[in-house]
């Protein structure tokens, strides 16, 4: 299983970003997917999540701005990031949980300045 992240960058506050994440070896649609972060000297969070029933949550900070989705055809799950804030600056990773194993992408960055 491998996952490919893409779509971080620097955008101002207030601004959008959309993260993408492509498996290989693996149908995205059977795993349970979540986007994590990890900001300078904090703890890796869990973002976002969508289970393989397409079940959804949230991290309450993100809620009602981030929405995480899939693409069966494009085999990719995505992150739509609104209304961005300054503290949402971070390193961004995909995780799949393939049958109790945890496969990670490599992170793509996001920063958002005030």
């Known amino acids: 299983v491998q996952l490919q992240a893409s779509g971080g960058g620097l955008v101002q506050a207030g601004g959008s970003l959309r993260l993408s994440c492509t498996g290989s070896?693996?149908?995205?649609?059977?795993?349970?997917m979540g986007w994590y972060r990890q900001a300078p000297g904090k703890e890796r969070e869990l973002v976002a999540a969508?289970?393989?029933?397409?079940?959804?949550n949230y991290a309450d900070s993100v809620k009602g701005r981030f929405t995480i989705s899939n693409d069966n055809a494009k085999n990719t799950v995505y992150l739509q990031m609104n209304s961005l804030k300054p503290e949402d600056t971070a390193v961004y990773y995909c995780?799949?949980?393939?049958?109790?194993?945890?496969?990670w992408g490599k992170g793509t960055e996001v920063t958002v300045s005030s």
């Open positions: 995780n799949a949980d393939h049958y109790g194993m945890h496969y």
């Open positions: 070896g693996t149908a995205i649609s059977r795993n349970d």
């Open positions: 969508i289970t393989s029933g397409a079940g959804t």
